[in-house]
């Protein structure tokens, strides 16, 4: 037997969506629709649904003390895998054989309840994460020495601010001792003190214990910092598998290389579920690659289908950073609406959004009211329209340099004139009577 | 070295047993958290598991009374509390249990474990608040000064067959309850419709004979019928084919709990 401690062969994972009737899971509507038409309700059960791989013949091998690194954008299965690999959900096909005890901090502090105090709750999230009382009573110390915690022991966790409880969650499931530990984003929470202590803590973990480590991130440089070899998974397929390094250029480039201009979303599941009024039909960049440069505004064309007369629509929507990071959100005016099954075509606009030199995606929402009024978002679509910031070469081939720590918008250029001791002003271009007069 | 564990789709079967073993910690946490935080932040507390039950005696008992009803030749506290008892806990253990994945979701879509762990745990809690009415029934026959027959041996036989149905009864729903939160309104109906159909007013030996086999597939009906003959005797006699019938219901039920749980348990953590 090789010293694989993880193995996945073939590994799928298949999700059944339902499409239109998104309702078609309350007990009423499958009724209803078995007592109008018996004949035609299993035909329809079957019609309606859509297959969606999120997963698709995954196979590697981990071996005992790796420490692996797992990167992709949203959606690429990331989740998916681990769920399977802590046994959450079952793979639709394929195989894993794992020579260890699993333990996963999918989400630090599930399982907390925030009446028990941290005590009980130490006990008790031990208990979910697979630990035996024995066990936990011997590291009880332990764990409340790392989380630093022992004056409020006796509170109630819903009292915690919630530093003290990614502290105390962090705290127990670092101490589990299993032979394979998934680590998913959870440094994402805790202040940079505490984020260092648990990088620290996982480095330990893989290397003085001789632990397997599966870390899943998007925050590249601590990627970069604890594993060894990365495996780029996208749209559920294992795209790389190797050193860190050059998974983590892979990761970038299947970003630049996802130059998709056209996207049919009429099909896509839909994460978040609107009225459904209005569906978008599909999206466009009216150019031959996505690219945008920060001078310019950015555009795009939205189709959209009404299946309902609506009085009036707008669009909004979210720019997001590759990492997921959302940038900013912007609401347009509402317009006269739509009549039923009409089928239009918008070209929308952010007037020179300024954003920094990267990658971005977007997620656009059509529905009546902004954020100043009620809202409703009759269908939104998330992480689409991917596009590239490049700054313009100027006339001397010199490139614009812009620093990614510098945040992802370039905020209007800064304005300053000498101050007039005397007269108090802040600054604000909203005074120009006052600006005139302080010139010289 | 631990021994090597293999995922595959549809082999967890061979896991299962062994892995509900191997939390049976975590069952007992859980029941111990929801024991914890049930009566946190109240004045009274663990009282509210005494009061709740006697509160409900004293009306049932003034309905009893002003309606003339027969209580069989014993208090009419007893003969309504000697109901109340097996009634109260399958109700609460039902709509606990079924209600119980519901309200664990973050742990059911987070964390691996034998699912089967929550819907017993919280059986096992209403089951403390069965021990706990059960004292306050024996000081009321104190009270009243009434000696129970002998056959209240028996009574840890109903007491095994009500926490059957109730188990049974809780993962049924409990599953449903992943796929179709209508069970969220259905239970409740049940519940407080169930005290009418239950015989915790009547003697089931008023129901003509005609009707009573019928009757008697409420599962509930032998149950509190078994409770009555065990703990207070005299007119509450044991009618045997219905006790037999529900048995078998209470057998059918959690059999059939069982299996439709670990068919649909795969997929809890993609429905929930």
């Known amino acids: 037997m090789s010293n694989a401690i993880i193995r996945a062969e073939n590994l799928s994972k298949r999700f059944v969506i339902g499409h239109q009737r998104n309702k078609a899971d309350a007990l009423r509507h499958v009724i209803e629709d078995a007592l109008r038409n018996p004949f035609a309700f299993w035909k329809n059960r079957k019609a309606e649904k859509e297959e969606f791989w999120a997963l698709k013949d995954i196979s590697f091998e981990i071996k005992t003390g790796e420490v692996v690194g797992i990167i992709g954008r949203n959606g690429a299965g990331k989740s998916t895998l681990l769920k399977i690999l802590s046994r959450i959900t079952e793979p ?56 630093e915690i022992e004056k409020f022991l ?52 893989s290397k003085n214990q001789g632990r397997t480590v599966l870390f899943v991130s998007h925050n590249m440089p601590a990627v970069l910092q604890l594993t060894t070899r990365g495996i780029v998974l996208d749209k559920g397929r294992v795209r790389f598998n190797g050193p860190t390094e050059e998974a983590v250029e892979c990761h970038a480039g299947i970003a630049r290389t ?80 739509l009549r039923c099954g009409e ?37 939104t679509v998330l992480d689409l329209l991917a596009f590239e910031v490049r700054p ?6 010199t490139v614009a340099n812009w620093s990614r720590g510098w945040g992802p918008v370039i905020l209007p250029d800064l304005e300053y004139r000498p101050a007039v001791q005397a007269i108090r002003f802040n600054g604000s271009r909203k005074q120009p009577e006052m600006l005139s007069e302080i010139s010289v | 070295m631990a021994q090597t564990l293999i995922i595959e789709a549809g082999r967890t079967e061979r896991q299962y047993w062994r892995d509900l073993w191997k939390f049976r910690e975590l069952f007992y946490f859980l029941a111990w958290r929801d024991f914890l935080i049930r009566y946190k932040q109240t004045v009274v507390g663990i009282a509210w598991s005494l009061i709740r039950p006697f509160l409900t005696m004293l009306v049932l008992t003034m309905v009893m009374k002003v309606g003339k009803l027969p209580a069989g030749g014993v208090p009419a506290p007893l003969f309504v509390f000697c109901a109340m008892l097996p009634w109260q806990f399958f109700s609460t253990a039902m709509s606990e249990s079924g209600n119980s994945l519901v309200n664990n979701a973050n742990l059911v879509s987070k964390i691996y474990f034998p699912r089967l762990v929550i819907p017993a745990s919280s059986v096992i809690v209403s089951f403390v608040d069965f021990l706990i009415a059960a004292i306050f029934l024996i000081a009321l026959m104190f009270y009243c000064r009434f000696a129970p027959p002998p056959q209240i041996v028996f009574v840890p036989l ?13 993962l049924w729903i409990a599953a449903l309850m992943v796929e179709y939160r209508d069970f969220r309104f259905i239970v409740p ?16 030996s008023h129901v003509s004979e005609k009707w009573r086999l019928l009757y008697s597939l409420n599962p509930t009906v032998g149950i509190i019928d ?39 348990e795969r997929t809890f953590a993609d429905m929930i």
């Open chain 1, 258 to 337: 996802d130059s998709q201009v056209f996207f049919s979303v009429e099909k896509l599941p839909r994460k978040h579920r609107g009225t459904e009024q209005v569906r978008f039909v599909s999206f466009r960049f009216d150019r031959a690659t996505p690219v945008f440069s920060p001078e310019e505004n950015f555009h795009f064309v939205a189709k959209v289908r009404a299946h309902e007369d609506v009085p009036q629509i707008r669009f909004s929507m979210t720019v997001f950073t590759t990492e997921g990071a959302p940038v900013g959100t912007c609401f347009g005016a509402e317009r006269p609406g």
């Open chain 1, 392 to 397: 313009e070469e100027g006339d001397d081939g």
């Open chain 2, 158 to 170: 109903f007491v095994l067959l009500v926490f059957a149905v109730s188990f049974g009864a809780g």
């Open chain 1, 343 to 379: 089928e239009v075509e918008f070209e929308i606009s952010i007037p020179t959004p300024r954003f920094a030199p990267g990658h971005y995606c977007c997620g656009v929402s059509v529905g009546k009211g902004d954020y100043r009024t009620a809202q409703v978002d009759f269908d």
């Open chain 2, 226 to 264: 078994g409770f009555r003959w065990c703990i207070l005797g005299g007119e509450n006699l044991i009618y045997w084919p219905a006790l037999a019938l529900s048995a078998l219901v209470t057998a059918l039920l959690i059999f059939s709990g069982l299996w439709y749980f670990r068919k649909t």
């Open chain 1, 154 to 205: 006796d509170t109630p966790v819903k009292r915690y601010s919630s530093g003290m409880y990614m502290r105390l969650a962090f705290a127990v499931a670092a101490h589990l001792e299993p032979e394979i530990l998934i680590v998913d984003e959870v440094l994402a929470v805790g202040d940079a003190a505490f984020q260092k202590k648990c990088l620290g803590k996982m480095q330990e973990v």
């Open chain 2, 189 to 204: 109906f049940v519940v407080q419709f169930g005290l009418y159909a239950a015989p915790v007013l009547t003697m089931t």
């Open chain 1, 92 to 147: 639709t096909s394929g195989k894993i054989s794992l020579n260890g005890r699993v333990a996963s901090l999918l989400e630090v502090g599930t399982g907390f309840h925030p009446e028990l105090t941290g005590r009980e709750n130490i006990f008790l999230n031990g208990a979910i994460l697979g630990m035996s009382k024995v066990e936990i009573k011997r590291k009880f110390d332990e764990i409340v020495a790392f989380s």
